[in-house]
């Protein structure tokens, strides 16, 4: 029996030396094909200057009047990530005003992503309405888009907006999440891109008429660069 034991302890490590090597080799492998399969963005980045340049001062019967009383994105520690490309406007015409935001970002990669509306709104002490899923009309195309109302201490405001996230028009969070999974499995990163607009006021229809027409003037008179960036 003493002279086994040293028998059995010496096969005993060539045995778990095998069951470490194949499995070692089974995680390497996995991790090649993780590594080539890795998703990219073949997307240039948009600098601040293009971006702002790409926003038309005036169009149709609107005309820019100022940038400020724009309900903006909650600060974070990913702000400057999620805004690289952020522009707010107030357009008046002979009888509205109506506030416009647009942010892009090239890489929405499923930690970086934009923001919806429907969270900057709290932030700034606003109780929403149910979100109203709509469609507006654009360059010929039917394009998803969503409605509420915000209602804070010292206005009530509409707002109408729609976000693409590659080439998909998600309308709520989980939408989104599911648009950038989709295309991480295609191998692509996809880029995001937020338009809002919203109208003080009470009358949720007669806003969206304003705003779904504004949106579409605004659009229709954007520069191609622009308008490739807010549709596929």
């Known amino acids: 029996m003493t ?30 094909v993780a590594i080539a399969r890795q998703p990219t963005s073949s997307l240039p980045a948009v600098t601040t200057e293009q971006f702002t340049e790409w926003v038309p001062r005036s169009f149709a ?25 952020l522009v707010t406007r107030v357009y008046q015409s002979t009888n509205a005003a109506v506030m416009l935001l647009l942010a892009y970002n090239n890489l929405q990669d499923g930690v970086v992503q934009v923001h919806r509306p429907e969270v900057c709104y709290p932030v700034g002490g606003f109780k929403l309405s149910e979100t109203k899923a709509v469609h507006l009309s654009a360059l010929g195309r039917q394009i998803p888009a969503n409605l509420f109302t915000a209602n804070g ?46 109208f003080l006021g009470a009358d949720q229809s007669l806003a ?5 027409r504004f949106l579409a003037e605004f659009i229709t008179a954007s520069p191609r660069e622009l308008q490739r960036l807010l549709l596929v």
């Open 3 to 32: 002279e086994s034991l040293p028998i059995i302890g010496r096969r005993a490590p060539a045995l778990i030396s095998r069951r470490h090597v194949l499995v070692g080799g089974a995680l390497a492998a996995a991790s090649v």
């Open 153 to 198: 201490p010292n206005r009530t405001e509409q707002v109408l907006y729609f976000t693409r996230l590659g080439r998909a028009y998600p309308r709520t969070w989980i939408e989104q999440r599911w648009a950038v999974v989709g295309a991480n499995l295609e191998g692509r990163i996809p880029d995001g891109m937020l338009i809002r607009a919203s």
């Open 61 to 85: 019967q609107w005309n820019v009047v100022g940038t400020s009383g724009v309900i903006l994105p909650p600060p974070d520690s990913l702000r400057d990530r999620l805004y690289d490309n």
């Open 208 to 212: 969206f008429n304003i705003l779904r």
